[in-house]
Nanobody
Framework: QVGLVESGGGSVQAGGSLRLSCATR????????LGWFRQGPGKDREGVAN????????FYVDSVKGRFTISHDYVKNTLGLQMDTLKPEDTGMYYC???????????????????WGQGTQVTVSA
């Protein structure tokens, strides 16, 4: 069991910031990819950002580049997502997920991630 548990969601006005955290029991092997996904109202789930523990390589979807920062704390074994300059379109349920056996890096496909947290709600008002 990977045991992913998100926290840190909430409501904020546009332009504000939130920090999400995801506690995980997965052993922080270099061949692990951890990612953040979100699903807005009436929208499909999409990948927001991911990080490959092998070398810290990160990926961000274009809509959050320059505003969101993904990080991993090896000591606490916690995945983080710092979200700044939030926009109403960032509203949604945010999930952390783990991709095991990520030998060559992270995949962006949702079905590549086999372990998921329960999600935490982020609401950004105009």
């Amino acid at each position: 069991q990977v045991g992913l548990v998100e926290s840190g969601g909430g409501s904020v006005q546009a332009g504000g910031s939130l920090r999400l955290s995801c506690a995980t029991r997965v052993y922080p092997s270099r061949y692990i990819c951890l990612g953040w996904f979100r699903q807005g109202p009436g929208k499909d789930r999409e990948g927001v950002a991911n990080i490959w523990l092998g070398d810290g390589r990160t990926f961000y979807v274009d809509s959050v580049k320059g505003r969101f920062t993904i990080s991993h704390d090896y000591v606490k074994n916690t995945l983080g997502l710092q979200m700044d300059t939030l926009k109403p379109e960032d509203t949604g349920m945010y999930y952390c997920a783990a991709m095991l056996n990520a030998w060559g890096g992270c995949e962006r496909r949702i079905d590549a991630y086999g372990d998921w947290g329960q999600g935490t709600q982020v609401t950004v008002s105009a």
